[in-house]
């Protein structure tokens, strides 16, 4: 029985980690986004109206695509790569003995 909740607890464990991991990297996005934005746009010399040009958006746009793809690892219940999925592809390897 100690065995089953040592699994529990090194479970939960792995997955405070990775929400940890997930709010780490949001934070440095949310943090280094906005410092380009305003070093980009010239916000200190022009105001508001520089906001417009589109190449500003690359950066937190492109970063934000990434952000998405790491919150939904974290976060959602993918169908696809489950445990069940990683449990069938772990004993395939071992049987083939490849890797």
């Known amino acids: 029985m100690e065995n089953f909740e040592q699994q529990r607890y090194e479970k939960a464990k792995k997955r405070v980690e ?3 991991g997930f709010y ?4 440095i996005y949310l943090a280094i986004n ?5 070093i980009n746009s010239n916000f200190l010399n ?4 520089n ?8 950066t937190p746009i492109s970063w934000g695509i ?3 793809f790491h919150g939904l690892s974290v976060f959602a219940k ?6 069940k999925w990683e449990e069938k592809k772990i004993k395939e ?3 083939k003995d490849e890797f």
Do not use: A, C, V
């Open 18 to 20: 990775r929400e940890k």
């Open 24 to 27: 780490t990297h949001f934070t």
């Open 34 to 38: 906005l410092i380009l934005l305003i």
């Open 46 to 49: 022009e105001g508001f109206s």
């Open 51 to 58: 906001f417009s040009q589109w190449w500003l958006y690359i």
């Open 66 to 68: 990434g952000l998405l």
């Open 78 to 83: 993918t169908p696809i790569f489950n445990k």
């Open 93 to 95: 390897l071992m049987d």
